[in-house]
Structures are given as C-alpha cells and as structure tokens.
C-alpha cells in the first residue's frame, strides 16, 4: 500500500438533474453514500459545506467519457461543475474516468431487489460511492493518485 495518501475524500457523481456525494475514511478503507444534492444552483455550495464539514484531502468527481473514452455534453457538464467546486473550495479536485460507476451503481441496487423507480433517490449516491472507491483501489493498487488534477488557477469562466 505504498504511496496512498492519507486522507478523507470526498468522491462527486455529477448528474444533470442530481449530484451523489459519497466519502471514505482516512484510510482509504471504505467509501460510503454522503447525500444526494439536487442539481441547482446551490448544489456547489451544498458540496462546499459538505467539504467544510469533512475537510477532505480532495474532491474525486466523475468524468463521464464515452466507451471510447471521448468527452461528451456530460463530460464538459462535469469539468465545469468541478472547476466551480474548486474556486468554490480550494481543495484539490481530481477528475475520474467514471464510465461504469451508474451502470454499477444500478447493478448493485437491483442486485439488492430494488426497483429502478425506488433507487433513483440513492443510485446518485451509490455511483459516487463506486467510483470513490475505484479512486481509492486505483491509487492504492498503482501507487499513484487516479486521474488528473485540475490546476487551481483554472477559473471557471
């Protein structure tokens, strides 16, 4: 387990209509589901009162590429929600190939007998939780930090 990094970490699921927020221990032991946050204007600063409450080492938000890997509508959706988060936070936000976390998440959930109807409220949470915990295995497994860091002088516009 060389080179992970101690801390708490917040991991984002960044949906059109609701954002998961899910957290991990220190430790990197286990991701579990935070909340929901509607997809509103105070949905950034929902997430930075969560931060301030959990005081993360970083933020973990999903970046939805397609199967061949391309940015889509919802990949730039993501980097500009992010790039709010950072100038909102300050703390160091990575960007995470999510493809599979709501394809899993929803997996899990019907796995666990329920209804795609009854799961909409916590699949959000549950794909933030899959793709946190693909973070933590990923830095854990290779040593080095999944993804890419966004630069803390990249404003969003």
Known sequence: MSGFRRGVRLGVDVGRARVG?????????????????????????RIAALAAEYEPLELVVGLPVNMQ??????????????????ARTRIS?????????????????????????????IVDQVAAVVLLQQAIDT???TGNPPGVTIPLDEESS
């Open 69 to 86: 890997g391309a940015d889509t509508a919802s990949t730039l959706d993501a980097r500009e929600f992010a790039a709010a988060l950072l």
């Open 21 to 45: 927020v899910a957290r991990c221990d220190p430790d990197g032991m286990l991701a579990v589901p935070v909340e929901t946050v509607p997809r509103t204007d105070a949905a950034v600063e």
């Open 93 to 121: 936000t990575r960007l995470v190939d999510e493809r599979l976390s709501t394809v899993t998440a929803h997996a899990a959930l019907r796995s666990s007998g329920r209804t795609q109807k009854n799961s909409r409220s």
């Open 139 to 141: 830095e854990k497994s």
